[in-house]
Structure formats: C-alpha cells, structure tokens
C-alpha cells in the first residue's frame, strides 16, 4: 500500500487561538509553522527554532514543514543590500536543517501576501468564507488607493461597477476593505496605511513581471547550493490570486511560470508548494496536468477549492466541490506518489494540508486568523483523508 500523504495542519504558534491540543483531535500528525515574531530579513537563531520545535515535538506532533521564511523586499525589488539578506536568508536555513527540518515553502509575491476583499463573506448555510470579489478591489484600486495606471487598466465597464460598488459602501465598510487589502503577512496584525502601501508601489513603478522573475531567479541561484548542502526543499507557493492586482506582477501564476522557476536553478531543493485555491482561482490551470508534468517538484501540498465567478471573482468553497475536481486532483497525486515509489524515492509521504477551512459551528465564537477555523479545516481534513484512502483502495484493487 502506498504511505499516505502526511496530514498536517498549520498552527501560528503560542499566540493562536487553535492550540496544539485541539489540533491533536484533528488527527493530524503534522504542523506548518514559522518564527512569525521575527522580522522579516533577520536570521532565525537556532535557539529560538529550536524553542518552538520543542514545543511542537512536546505536544506530540513533527514539525514538518516551515511556512514561511519571508523573502525581504529588497531580494525581490533586486537593490543592491539584498546581498545581505540572502546571507541571512541562508543562515537561516542552515538553521532549520541543524533542528532536522527539511521542508522550506515560500512565496514571491511583491508587498502583500495572499490577497481578499472579504473576511467573512456568508454562505446560504451560514458558513464564514474568504471572498476576493473583483469589483471591490476595482472600486478599492480605482477610487481608494487612487492609482493612477487602474484607469488604463480596467474596462469602462469594470469602473462603472466599482463606481457603484464603492458608492453602496458605508464610511465604516470603505475601512474595512482598504484594512482587509492592505493586511500584511500571515500570523501578523499588521496592515498597511494607503500612504505606506503608496510608496511601495513608487519603488515597484519599473519592476514588470520580467524583471521580478530574474530576481527570484537570482535569489534561487544564490539559495538553493546552500539549500542542497543542508538538506532542505524549498518549495514556492503560487500567487494568490493568480493574476496582477494594484499594479503589481506576478511570477508564480501559471504551469509555464512554475516551469520556468524549476528550470531556473535544477536541483531537489527548488521545488514548488502545490495549492489547489491558488492555482485554482484560473480557469486556465489545469492542476491535474500540472501535477502529471511537475509532480517530481512538489514538496509540500496545500488542498482547498475555490468557486470562480464569471467576472473573476472567488469564494472558498467546500473542500470536495469548488471550480476544482478534488477527486482528479488526489488521483493524480496519488499516481505521483506511485511513480515516487517505483523511483525509490524516500519522500513518497508528501505533506498535506488542508487550507483555509470555513468558519463553522464553535469556530464562531474563536478570532482565529482569517482562514484558519478549527472545525472548518478539521471537516477539510476528514474529507481529504477519506478520499485519499478511497482513491488508493481503487487503484489497489483494480491495478489501474
């Protein structure tokens, strides 16, 4: 029998609202964490690693995947200190190794992490969901931030809808999606004013998506000799959402994008974090021809569903419905795991997790960070494992 992929669930650290206890519940064996109190670009000291793997290992459970160690602005803007912060970049992941983690996922997405308009958008059965709808950002870019380029950008028709999207908002909601847009990196409370976010935007007026690609090639370069050494996979995720917003390229959008990144720095440590929601919110990816054609690359999977809308916008759907054949895409990592097997590759049991769970039932009464609901992610988890067993028990009895 194929090992199962390896259940994990991500946790912030001592300050989240989901504790290791209640993650132990949830059947995982796994967690996905990172040091999210040190500042972006500084060394992650061994002793500070190994304090929060000591916590995580006390509680039963293997730190199996770091998420994430952030890539500071200027590696991505290519100035001339990124020198520095590559130095510290790769100490750092010596670091991880030396405390016998092996598992690195990043992303290069400029400023802003993973991008919403809605934190708590309602489902008919009540459920709280992440929503990214695209008028809201249209009406946020266009009349809010006020750049200039949106207006080249966005059809007529696309600014007449923002016009009255933005229109129908209170003072109060106007707040609330310019502080939901300009949040700042995951397992922070940090959110950007319009003005700080303005003068991000004047230092990336001449990066296109050519120039940020050479730069994420070149910090691989310099990384990954030094990843290999020590043993660690680093893994990219894919943008979230996977097109440009607010002016700002993107370079992990699409199969031809994670292509060019794999070939960019050949090696078992430049690998690539599969999240199904983020390639999922195109309609041009196909995630299981993806992993078919760059299976060997994954090192980590991320499995939530996304329900695209015909003017691009998206929900968090049911992890087993969604815009994206859950079933097809298990089968296909499956197949992947058995070509891992027939390879003799060790790492048949890549690690899983399930991503951005509804709000529901008791997670209402919880501030966990937006996403990360206990329950909702638990019913993802359940869902994913069933499958998972369902899929290896056909393949095994009918030998396909």
């Known amino acids: ?37 040190v500042p972006c670009g500084d060394v992650w000291s061994l002793a500070e690693i190994n304090k929060r793997n000591n916590m ?4 039963g459970f293997r730190w199996s995947v770091v998420e994430s160690v952030n890539i500071h602005e200027s590696i991505k803007l290519g100035l001339p200190e990124r020198e520095g912060y590559i130095e510290n970049y790769i100490t750092t992941l010596k670091n991880i190794a030396n405390a016998g983690i092996n598992i690195v996922c990043y992303n290069f997405m400029p400023v802003l992490d993973w991008t919403r308009t809605h934190l708590d958008y309602k489902l008919a059965n009540n459920a709280s969901v992440l929503r990214y709808e695209a008028s809201a950002l249209a009406a946020f870019d266009l ?11 966005f059809s007529s028709t696309r600014q007449v809808a923002a016009k ?20 700042g990196l995951p397992g922070t409370d940090e959110v950007f004013t319009v003005e700080q976010f ?9 990066i296109d998506g050519v120039a940020l690609k050479n730069n994420l090639f070149y910090f691989l370069r310099a990384i990954i000799p030094s990843a290999e050494e020590a043993g660690i996979k680093m893994c990219i995720h894919p943008d979230d959402p996977p097109f440009s917003i607010l002016g700002l390229p993107r370079v992990a959008a699409t199969e031809s994008d994670l292509q ?60 087993l419905a969604g815009s994206t054949d859950m079933y097809q895409v298990m089968k296909s990592i499956v197949h992947e795991q058995i070509q891992r097997e027939k390879a003799g590759r060790e790492d ?11 709000k529901i039932l008791d997670d209402c009464n919880y501030n966990t960070y937006p996403g990360y609901s206990v329950i909702g992610r638990l019913k993802g988890l359940a869902e994913l494992r069933g499958l998972e067993l369902g899929i290896k028990r056909t393949l095994l009895t009918t030998k396909e």
């Not at 999207?165 to 949040?183: C, P, V």
């Not at 390639?279 to 994954?298: K, M, S, T, V």
Request: hydrophobic fraction near 35%; charged fraction near 25%.
């Open 1 to 37: 029998m194929i090992p199962d992929l390896e259940q994990t669930f991500r946790w912030f650290g001592p300050s989240d609202p989901v504790s290791l206890q209640a993650i132990k519940q949830t059947g995982a064996v796994g967690i996905v964490s990172a040091l999210h109190h």
């Open 56 to 59: 995580i290992k006390n509680a």
């Open 260 to 319: 060019d990144i794999v070939n960019s720095c050949p090696s078992v440590s430049n690998g690539i974090t599969l999240c199904t929601g983020s390639l999922g919110a195109r309609a041009d990816n196909n995630i299981p021809g993806i992993i078919a054609r760059l299976g060997q690359h994954i090192h980590f999977l991320h499995l939530r569903n996304v329900e695209r809308e015909t003017d691009g916008s998206f929900y968090e759907a049911e992890h």
């Open 348 to 358: 048949i049991a890549i690690p899983m997790r399930p991503d951005h769970g509804h």
């Open 143 to 153: 009349y809010i931030l006020e750049r200039e380029d949106a207006f080249k950008e």
């Open 164 to 183: 009255k999207y933005l229109d129908s908002l209170s003072g109060q909601e106007k707040e609330l999606l310019t502080n939901t847009i300009l949040a």
């Open 198 to 206: 303005k003068e991000y935007l004047k230092k990336y007026h001449e």
